[in-house]
Nanobody
């Protein structure tokens, strides 16, 4: 019904940059908040950044000043520009979106499949 497809992960050296993309598709009536979470091995999934429909943003303290989240409403997409990457940023990054579909007409949260980001020292 709804799919979130991520792309852009990979291996990068410390200090480098990556850009993650996530596109939502399906029977979408409206999208509220979109965001990125990450989960490192042995750790809980944590919020990295999110952005509302009005483009208000929220960042984890650990990524402020290095990561930038943005969205394209026309494409139902959200992006995460990651600069000055550190080894501790290594994790699987998941896209999340709060979406109302034509079928249900209520807000539900959806997750992407995850994309690996590995930062070498």
């Amino acid at each position: 019904q709804v799919q979130l497809v991520e792309s852009g992960g990979g291996l990068v050296q410390a200090g480098g940059s990556l850009r993650l993309s996530c596109a939502a598709s399906g029977s979408i009536f409206s999208i509220n908040v979109m965001g990125w979470y990450r989960q490192a091995p042995g750790k809980q999934r944590e919020l990295v950044a999110n952005i509302t429909g009005g483009s208000s943003t929220n960042y984890a303290d650990s990524v402020k000043g290095r990561f930038t989240i943005s969205r394209d409403g026309g494409k139902n997409a959200v992006y995460l520009q990651m600069n000055s990457l550190k080894p501790e940023d290594t994790a699987v990054y998941y896209c999340n979106a709060v979406i109302k579909t034509y079928l249900q007409m209520r807000w539900n949260g959806y997750w992407g499949q995850g994309t690996q980001v590995t930062v070498s020292s």
